[in-house]
């Protein structure tokens, strides 16, 4: 997605009347020390693609008042880092103030930042919202907050992380559909949180103090639209939601969209006398792991030097590279043209960022897609020497989903220069994806503790009669095979494969040297269902060192596009590695049979591989 920065500019000085303290009547405080606003630093970050502007004000001790004078009542805001979207493309001049312990300045400085193009198609904040659960987003401060008409909606009342447990409201669910429908849920306690001031929802004591009401599940519809400059969630008259602020907001509930990612929505109900805030998020995991610091001088990629290289081939046939924009620790990959397989979209980062075995590093990134996309690889490899890595694997990503890949605690490994590499292949058309915060560092050096990537408590029991894997498969006989082997990228005879009782063996006499050239497909008849987590395990042994062996569990008639994971794992001679994958969902939707891949490519000749204890469950809720 295109971003553009824009830099303060100019000064106006003109003046605006707001009440303030008297520096006389509160110790410590000094008239002199009024900040000026012509030497504050003021970015307005615009992306072009969602049409969201952030503002933000650097420095310490020092919070910003925006003005918003391209609308005829001047609404304000004193957050930094606020978020608004604009409906129509333009020219916008961003007043600002500065305020300090001492009061704020006198002067005003202002911004302009340029919005490229006006929203027509709604269809992108549709992609953002629906296939996802939302609801109110406990952990953030603001989560629930009001105002004056005409601002954020927080400066009356802002609530703190928690504030609200024990009622209604932290538990009420909701959902959008691609198709425009809206369903409510009220939870385990089936009750919905109601300010109260309101009338229309029964069960109110009359005791000057918020309610919960008895709610029942809802199914409605809804619409984004736009209007003059801004864009709404509307329902119909009558739509639950989460928290119940006045009648106006039941009987005519129309949110303003004040800002939305793939995981958090802000929205702003507003009337003539009051504005309500809302925060919601669709992260299942509030307060998750965000990465390590990028900004801490323990970041070897923030003083590396690199260039970049790029392999761009649709169809195997290389084109122009694609277009790579950066800011700051950001760097936003254009891909116009659709790719169908793995490193037909190659992304590469040269650098002379150096590591060594006496330590060990963690690494992590963010990655945000303006398209779904199941098949992105990313690559920790020593340049030069593709079989040297810390890590090569696939994740899946969200349209507009901010996705935090990180790795904790690896072995160091002696490599003078180390490359960043990501492949997008299997891109569709017109897609852009961002990676940012890019970090390497010593573990531990910035001091944040990353949760383990072996946390898992999932129960996977082979006999139960949840798995899948055994109902279906073993205990039936009922699946077919394939087989891809290719010493060379020459196809010949197939591997030896037996089954004995749900225990896999697979016979590589001839060696190879890449991945894909051994693969073994297990094709069966058990379905899956769309936007529905399933958990899988398996054990394999080799007899042999194998490095890099590959597990896909996909779609029996579309595997290079709707799989749950591909993942990479290391064969050491005689041990047993158990491979577990929970909660995992289909990448494009169900599937009416679904096939295992492995694949052993680069494994030596004489090698032997024994799959068993295979589990395939629904995730348990």
Not at 27 to 56: I, R, W, Y
Not at 347 to 367: G, I, P, V, W
Not at 476 to 504: H, M, R
Not at 513 to 531: E, L, M
Request: aromatic share 12%; net charge negative.
């Amino acid at each position: 997605m295109k971003k553009l920065n824009y830099m303060w500019g100019a000064v106006a000085v003109a003046a605006m009347s707001l009440a303030s303290c008297s520096p006389d009547d509160i110790e410590g405080l000094n008239e002199n020390g009024l900040p000026l606003a012509g030497e504050a630093k003021v970015t307005v970050d615009v992306d072009q693609t969602t049409n969201q502007a952030t503002f933000n004000l650097e420095g310490e001790g020092i919070y910003p008042i925006w003005i918003m004078s391209w609308e005829s009542a001047n609404p304000y805001s004193t957050q930094n880092g606020y978020k608004k979207i604009f409906n129509n493309a333009g020219d916008y001049v961003l007043n600002y103030r500065v305020g300090n312990r001492n009061g704020f300045s006198q002067g005003m400085g202002s911004v302009t930042f340029h919005v490229d193009n006006s929203l027509v198609d709604y269809d992108m904040y549709t992609t953002l919202l629906a296939g996802k659960t939302w609801r109110i987003a406990k952990d953030e401060q603001g989560h629930i907050g009001c105002g004056e008409p005409g601002t954020d909606g927080t400066g009356w009342y802002s609530a703190a992380p928690g504030e609200k447990e024990g009622t209604g409201v932290y538990d009420d669910e909701i959902t959008f559909s691609a198709d425009g429908t809206y369903t409510y849920s009220p939870g385990a306690d089936g009750l919905v949180y109601v300010n109260t001031g309101c009338t229309v929802m029964p069960g109110n004591p009359g005791d000057g103090n918020d309610f919960d009401a008895q709610a029942a599940p809802q199914t409605a519809t809804y619409e984004i639209r736009g209007e003059g400059n801004d864009v709404y969630l509307v329902l119909p008259a009558g739509t639950l939601f989460p928290y119940i602020s006045c009648d106006g907001q039941y009987n005519e509930p129309k949110f303003r969209i004040e800002s939305i990612t793939g995981s958090e929505l802000v929205l702003i109900y507003e009337n003539d006398d009051i504005a309500w805030h809302y925060i919601l998020t669709s992260k299942t995991d509030e307060g998750g792991f965000n990465g390590f610091d990028a900004d801490s001088d323990c970041n070897l990629f923030k003083s590396c030097t690199f260039t970049n290289e790029f392999y761009y081939a649709p169809g195997w046939a290389q084109i122009a590279d694609p277009a790579m924009t950066a800011d700051g620790n950001s760097y936003t990959i254009s891909l116009p043209t659709a790719t169908s397989e793995t490193w037909q979209a190659q992304a590469k980062f040269l650098t002379d960022m150096a590591t060594n075995s006496a330590n060990t590093y963690d690494f992590s990134c963010k990655l945000t897609s303006s398209t779904d996309h199941g098949n992105v690889t990313v690559k920790l490899v020593k340049t030069g020497d593709d079989g040297v890595y810390y890590f090569e694997e696939k994740v899946s990503l969200k349209a507009y989903e901010e996705y935090v890949f990180y790795k904790s605690d690896m072995p160091g490994i002696d490599m003078d220069n180390v490359s960043l590499v990501f492949d997008f292949g299997g891109n569709a058309e017109n897609t852009e994806v961002t990676v940012s915060d890019i970090t390497l560092q010593e573990h531990g050096c910035d001091g944040i503790t990353a949760p383990s990537e072996d946390e898992d408590d999932t129960d996977y029991v082979y006999d139960a009669e949840t798995n899948l894997w055994k109902t279906h498969v073993d205990d039936t006989g009922v699946y077919t095979t394939e087989f891809y082997y290719a010493p060379g990228w020459t196809q010949i005879a197939d591997p030896g494969f037996t089954s004995d009782g749900g225990t896999y063996t697979v016979t590589l006499p001839e060696a190879t040297t890449d991945q894909w050239q051994a693969q073994v497909k297990i094709k069966t008849d058990i379905p899956a269902d769309a936007d529905t987590p399933y958990d899988f395990s398996c054990t394999l042994m080799a007899d042999k060192e194998l490095k890099g062996a590959t597990i896909k569990l996909a779609d029996v008639n579309n595997d290079a596009d709707n799989f749950f994971f591909v993942e990479r794992v290391d064969l050491a001679p005689y041990e047993e590695y158990v491979f577990k994958m929970p909660a995992q969902k289909l990448a494009l939707g169900a599937a009416s049979g679904l096939m295992l891949i492995f694949d052993f490519g680069g494994c030596q000749a004489g090698t032997n591989v024994t799959i068993n204890n295979i589990v395939l469950q629904k995730t348990a809720e």
